[in-house]
């Protein structure tokens, strides 16, 4: 297909609104808008009617301060505004009202970093470096950061303190080996890994810098496109890739780039059920093919500056308790409503009812080439009379993290395939798979790579990015966070039957990642931005409850068949458990998980708030156990280092 072609087919993609969402049939978001109006900026005459379409939609999501946000998402989502004022550049349009937008712009700022849970092991960061956040009030992440400094370079501000100081954040963000992902080159001691998409913009952001570390990050691009199919990272990696071919190596890369991105649309084009090639990726593609001819993201007549350490001091005469944590000012009026709202809120949620059956199921299931299906069928026996699926829609949410082929952190796509079986047995009118994952935002890669694809095509089972789904402002029943709404995941709003289906893990702040822990991939990340790190500086027990509080899932399956002990839930390593574990109260089935791997239950933040709030039972008086024995199955499993210091005191809770 040629680039023509895709812009066609970009072009006719649109929305009713005039924008365009992130998958076909979504109404339009700011960011997939923005990335086709510069597609389709190569042929202004052609599209001038769409063009013109997509920026009245774009006025629409305006504030009168000059930045812009999904008027039905979440208010404080404001990461998007960089993007809108690269559009405009992008397709020479509202000269006048790009200054304004420039302005608000530069007026942003990421907190300075005070106290958070995850400070003490990004030491190796300069954590007073003021950057762009993905939300209001909240942190600076690399990937905002390096849109706002790319947006503000191409239209003059490169020489302004922020941009300057900007840059340097992101140079101080990367490996030393090349790239970067959304901010923390460590956690817990242990180093992260970069990621193609944030890279990618990140080297766009740098365009005439120079710094050893650009060097690394051509070539880290570079490895990755010579093996990954994966159309979003190759269009992202062509693009920075062509504005810094540079050497040999980079310039004869690009043409074989072109063809493996030909290839992935060949497969990507014809799929649907969520799999496909959505307005997003093919805006990509589309300007990635055109990159020689035209790269919208090209920065022209760019003064090459020195290394990071010559791009400008951080504040030096600025005190950093001036930025740091401060909670918004409120009238007198808006403190009150906001107590009564709090008010009602919590008679609502001590309304609660514990859930029809705190027993918990666990099936015994060795490895995961047997008769999974038999085993789940046996166990669903229990729970059929209170979660009858006849007729219903049935969201799946198993846990995505990231994808190692040497690890055990995902959800197995064996355990998925067995557990849509068996829901098609039980008579569900449609089943989706649906997830949305804090550390990478193409989760059609995690998908793929993972085998879960291969899954849900044979099913013929719909895959909805959670990340990328339509927001549902929900008044927060937990109110633990101090968070009046969540914004939900549409698709997830509305089953009929909602399932967790967790991998058994040990967690190095939570102590265990189990079916509670997984409902953080239930917001969307457009909202909370990567890697959702809002939710974790707010507290981890409190966002997890307030989640379940607020849309409790109706059930549980546990993947303990392979468990994850010590550093997890990324860097443990596998432990063999041979269990599934199935029921209606989350918490009671968390519970019995903690009790499997040997963890003190009483002793789990998350636990006990949870049953404080009425969410389920941990005590295990109260559980009927049903199937097989903990103690037939029960491991000892390694902790996390440095858990003692997240867990209750010993006796606290009671």
């Known amino acids: 297909m040629t680039t023509a072609e895709l812009r066609a087919r970009l072009a006719n993609s649109a929305a009713a609104d005039g924008g365009w969402g992130y998958h076909p049939g979504q109404a339009g978001h700011l960011e997939p808008t923005c990335l086709a109006l510069a597609a389709l900026g190569a042929e202004p005459a052609k599209y001038e009617a769409t063009l013109r379409k997509a920026l009245v939609f774009l006025a629409a999501q305006a504030l009168p301060d000059g930045s812009y946000r999904l008027t039905r998402g979440r208010p404080q ?16 349009a509202d000269a006048g009202e790009q200054g304004k937008i420039a302005a608000r712009l530069l007026s942003l700022e990421g907190r300075i970093v005070k106290k958070d849970p995850e400070v003490e092991d990004m030491l190796d960061i300069d954590l007073q470096l003021l950057g762009w956040p993905w ?18 370079r191409s239209a003059g501000q490169g020489g302004h303190p922020r941009v300057r100081e900007g840059l340097r954040l992101i140079l101080d963000r990367a490996f030393d080996t090349g790239g970067v992902n959304y901010g923390n080159r460590v956690v817990l001691g242990k180093p992260t890994e970069p990621i193609p998409g944030p890279t990618a913009v990140m080297l766009l952001a740098l365009q005439g810098v120079s710094a050893p570390v650009i060097d690394a990050t051509v070539g880290y691009l570079r490895m990755h496109a010579a093996k990954t199919t994966d159309l979003e990272h190759l269009a992202w990696i062509k693009l920075a890739l062509s504005c810094h071919a540079t050497d040999g190596a980079t310039r004869e890369a690009l043409p074989e780039i072109d063809a493996r991105i030909r290839a992935a649309l060949a497969v990507e084009l014809p799929m649907t059920d969520g799999l496909g090639c959505g307005p997003l990726r093919l805006a990509l593609a589309a300007m990635a093919l055109d990159a020689e001819s035209r790269n919208p993201f090209r920065l022209a007549d760019v003064p090459v500056v020195g290394t990071g350490q010559k791009l400008g001091a951080t504040r030096a005469q600025s005190d950093p308790s001036e930025f ?25 949620s001590n309304l609660r009812r514990f859930p029809a059956s705190s027993a918990v199921h666990i099936g015994r299931a060795d490895d995961y080439d047997g008769d999974l299906l038999g085993v789940l069928t046996k ?7 209170h979660l009858p699926v006849a007729g219903k829609r049935v969201v799946l949410k198993p846990n995505l993290v990231e994808y190692n082929r040497d690890k055990v952190i995902n959800t197995d796509p064996r355990f998925v395939d ?3 079986r068996l829901f098609k047995n039980e008579g569900a009118a449609e089943i989706i798979v649906a997830e949305g994952p804090g550390h990478w935002r ?22 909805v990015d959670i990340n990328h789904d339509e927001p549902v402002k929900t008044p927060n029943l937990g109110r633990t966070t101090g968070l009046e709404y969540l914004y939900l995941s549409k698709t997830v709003v509305s089953a009929d039957i909602l399932v967790s289906l967790p991998k058994l893990k040990t967690h190095h702040w939570a102590g265990a990642t189990l079916a509670l822990k997984n409902l953080f991939g239930t917001l969307p990340g457009i909202c909370y931005g990567w890697p959702k790190n809002e939710l974790h500086w707010r507290g981890i027990p409190n966002s997890i409850v307030d989640i379940a509080c607020t849309h409790t899932p109706h059930f549980a399956i546990v993947d303990g068949i392979v468990g994850m002990e010590g550093d997890g839930p990324l860097n443990g390593t596998a432990k063999h458990v041979g269990a599934l574990v199935m029921g209606l109260d989350l918490v009671a089935v968390d519970a019995t998980c903690c009790r499997l791997m040997g963890l003190p239950v009483e002793r789990i933040p998350t636990l006990v708030l949870a049953t404080q709030k009425q969410v389920g039972l941990m005590d295990e008086t109260r559980i009927p156990q049903l199937g097989e024995s903990i103690a037939s199955l029960a491991q000892v499993f390694a902790w996390p280092p440095h858990l003692e210091r997240m867990l209750i005191a010993d006796g606290a809770a009671s």
Not at 78 to 92: D, E, G, M
Not at 138 to 143: A, D, I, L, N, Y
Not at 379 to 385: A, G, I, N, V, Y
Request: net charge positive; charged share 20%.
């Open 77 to 92: 989502a404001v990461w998007p505004t960089a993007l809108v004022l690269f559009a405009k550049r992008a397709v020479n």
């Open 135 to 152: 939300a209001e009030n909240t942190f600076s992440w690399v990937e905002p950061t390096s849109w706002a400094c790319l947006a503000l």
């Open 442 to 463: 193409n989760v059609q890669y995690l998908v793929n790579e993972s085998g879960l694809g291969d899954v849900l095509r044979k099913h013929g089972v719909r895959f």
């Open 418 to 420: 067995a557990v849509i």
């Open 379 to 385: 166990q669903f026996e229990h729970f059929r009379p």
């Open 324 to 348: 740091a944590e401060k909670p918004e000012a409120k009238s007198l009026g808006e403190k009150v409503k906001s107590k009564l709202f709090g008010f009602m809120m919590s008679g609502i």
